[in-house]
């Protein structure tokens, strides 16, 4: 099959999330509107008393001419109202509560409510990414020859900290359950960003298949947290689903808050696992744990097989620091290797040595926008010795030329289009 490689160029990319961050907190009454009531509960501008009573007197004033914006106002609050009328029935009137307990329940309130002000906006978000990384495979097949009948596979990347909380440059955290719903696809979409129904990234994969093309995202990582414990995560987008997730092991001070990450505790599948023999277990969360179990796989690692045109295609998924740890791959092999990164220049010899890849190393960095796709069978990148084939003999110069190389100007906006089509 011949592989395309399509990735997001953080640099040209990043202005346009910022700006439709803006445009749906300033111009969406509905998001607005959910921002406000966040800011509210988290500095305790009014009592709860009145919170609830605003929810009920706009409720009622809409009764019966629920039209245009105010569905989507209407279908927050009643949201909003559930978790009153929830609370109250279970612990009285909140005008008879002691002051503590009211504490207590507005922060859990507040949290209620940055947890749907993050549904709206990872929906918005992924729409983006849909949005251009659409237009980019209609380049890609607009340009294919009549009646072609080649077996492509169109990997598209991310780069990591792609999917963050609002704001985004912030690199906050999403709360668990929202990411569960970004994975099985549950997220709401009723709010639309320009006029269309919002699409997902599982949708974007199956949209440009046919019987000879298939389209696998890399999403890049996402950010969540639990109470605790903060995670970065890469999930991994085939056939209409969410079929991997992977995350980092190596932390640093960007994955969260670095006195709550390095508390992490390796978890496993269990004595029916098969572990790395470096690694009793790897570091990851409930939402990978239960994904991958609940999906058959009995190992966690980051090398992953799926079958694609009748032949299984192995893939290995790093993320940044973890590229430094040989250790972290250990003996497992892949057809394609895929960094995602922010900040790992190729530019050292010892950098290729962990490259397990037998025939593609696909590169994504968000610092710089750099993007590259490497193969083995190039050997304008070898080094001048004896040529054995292996990802050790490659000539960092080469390679970083390769990764800092100006492409064409973008046919779409923040979206890089390989140049080299490969074959494996």
């Known amino acids: 099959m011949k592989v395309h490689f399509i990735s997001v160029r953080w640099t040209q990319f990043y202005p346009i999330i910022l700006a439709e961050q803006n445009r749906f907190k300033q111009e969406h009454p509905a998001f607005k509107m959910l921002c406000e009531i966040t800011e509210v509960l988290k500095e305790n501008r009014l009592p709860l008393i009145e919170v609830r009573e605003s929810v009920d007197f706009i409720l009622e004033a809409a009764e019966g ?245 009748g032949r299984t295609v192995q893939f290995a998924i790093t993320v940044c620091l973890d590229m430094n740890d040989h250790s972290i791959i250990g003996s497992g092999t892949a057809d394609i290797h895929i960094l995602i990164a922010a900040g790992m220049e190729p530019n050292h010899e010892f950098y290729y040595a962990n490259i397990c890849a037998r025939s593609l190393f696909l590169y994504c960095d968000s610092v710089g926008g750099r993007t590259a796709m490497y193969s083995l069978r190039d050997h304008t990148l070898l080094l001048p010795r004896k040529i054995v084939r292996k990802w050790t003999n490659m000539d960092p110069r080469a390679l970083a030329a390769r990764y800092r190389s100006d492409p064409t100007q973008d046919i779409v906006t923040g979206i890089y289009i390989a140049p080299n089509i490969e074959q494996i």
């Not at 989507?72 to 307990?101: D, K, M, V, W």
């Not at 991310?158 to 569960?180: H, I, R």
């Not at 919002?198 to 969540?224: D, K, P, S």
Request: glycine share 8%; net charge positive.
């Open 65 to 309: 001419n629920i039209t245009g914006d105010l569905i989507y106002i209407t279908n927050i609050l009643r949201r909003f109202q559930q978790q009153f009328h929830s609370y109250e029935g279970s612990h009285g009137p909140l005008e008879g509560l002691p002051r503590a307990t009211i504490d207590e329940f507005r922060k859990n309130l507040y949290h209620f409510a940055r947890g749907i002000r993050q549904e709206y906006w990872l929906s918005w978000l992924q729409d983006i990414f849909c949005c251009q990384v659409g237009q980019a495979l209609v380049s890609c097949t607009q340009g294919l020859p009549d009646g072609d009948l080649e077996q492509r596979l169109f990997i598209a990347a991310f780069p990591e900290f792609s999917f963050t909380d609002f704001l985004t440059n912030d690199l906050t955290a999403f709360y668990k359950e929202t990411v569960y719903k970004f994975l099985h696809g549950t997220l709401p979409n009723d709010i639309p960003r320009t006029g269309a129904p919002l699409q997902t990234l599982a949708q974007l994969t199956t949209a440009y298949r046919t019987a000879n093309r298939e389209v696998l995202i890399f999403a890049g990582t996402i950010m969540w947290k639990t109470a605790r414990l903060y995670y970065n995560m890469a999930p991994v987008f085939f056939q209409g689903a969410c079929v991997y997730v992977w995350e980092k092991q190596q932390i640093s001070g960007l994955d969260g808050k670095s006195y709550q990450v390095r508390h992490r505790h390796p978890v496993s599948f269990g004595r029916n696992a098969t572990y790395h023999p470096q690694h009793s277990m790897y570091m990851a969360g409930p939402l990978t744990v239960n994904f991958l179990g609940q999906r058959g796989f009995r190992e966690i690692k980051p090398v992953f097989g799926l079958n694609i045109f």
